[in-house]
């Protein structure tokens, strides 16, 4: 790939969803998907309901979180001929189970044009040659990583590594993870704050394209939160359940819906 810019078409939309993440499962919400046809037929929706972009796991025959190579090829595969337009971010997430090396893999595997990526997941320790040959493969393959950052110490910590060459280019995208992954969690829109002083001290040159997930009843304000500030917001059951009125989103596509709606109003 030449120059620091990846095509447009890859870079992040105002609104990407996350549908079903690794965790929870039917009986947290009937419509959460599964299967790679109910993933297909959640991110058709939301397309329509006017999100730009697919964050997706796969699960396997007993719904449980995989980093599975041939799952996410046929989840591309099929994606492509349901709705061509819109972006697929594959995600290498660890939930305790894969080692950097697996996650490493993953990607090599399948070479999509889209991943997250979670910074502590991958770069635990000191960051070795494993880590900077890899994210450099990866831009040379033209893949839009987006680094996860689940507070301000991992946001710096990528600075800094951008800073040593581990994480080359001049154009990043980051996921801003507002909350935890934890039952009854509630985020609000000041937990963005610490991120927002780090942006603001670090970026410099680097032309940083963020975004914010959140998790709770106030997902929709912390969203409109980042995208006010001019980050982008990623949505979905995934993180949250509830519309901005505090009922229960239907689907994936109602919370969609309900943040389209507010953005208007913003």
Not at 49 to 69: I, K, N, P, T, Y
Not at 81 to 91: F, K, L, N, R
Not at 117 to 136: K, N
Not at 220 to 232: D, H, I, M, N
Request: glycine share 8%; with cysteine.
């Amino acid at each position: 790939m030449t120059g620091n810019r990846l095509p447009d078409t890859q870079r992040l939309p105002q609104i990407m969803v996350a549908p079903n993440g690794a965790r929870r499962m039917k009986s947290d919400h009937a419509a959460l998907p599964l299967t790679i046809a109910e993933t297909v037929e959640a991110a058709k929706a939301c397309f329509e309901a006017g999100a730009g972009a697919l964050h997706a796991h796969v699960r396997d025959a007993h719904g449980q979180h995989v980093l599975d190579a041939g799952l996410y090829r046929e989840l591309l595969s099929e994606m492509h001929s349901a709705v061509p337009q819109m972006q697929v971010q594959i995600t290498t997430e660890a939930v305790g189970r894969y080692a950097p090396e697996e996650q490493r893999q993953l990607v090599q595997d399948v070479v999509p044009k889209s991943v997250s990526i979670a910074l502590r997941e991958m770069v635990p320790g000191e960051a070795g040659g494993a880590a900077a040959h890899f994210y450099s493969w990866a831009r040379e393959e033209g893949i839009a990583v987006q680094h996860i950052v689940y507070d301000a110490a991992d946001l710096t910590r990528f600075f800094d590594l951008a800073g040593a060459g581990v994480l080359p280019g001049d154009y990043h995208q980051i996921l801003c993870v507002l909350g935890r992954y934890a039952e009854a969690q509630e985020s609000t829109p000041g937990d963005l704050d610490a991120f927002l002083e780090v942006l603001s001290a670090r970026r410099k040159n680097l032309d940083i394209d963020w975004a914010v997930c959140a998790f709770g009843h106030l997902e929709t304000e912390c969203l409109l939160a980042a995208v006010s500030k001019g980050g982008k917001a990623r949505i979905g059951f995934e993180n949250g359940l509830w519309n901005r009125d505090g009922t229960l989103a239907k689907d994936n596509a109602e919370r969609v819906i309900d943040l389209v709606a507010a953005l208007k109003d913003l």
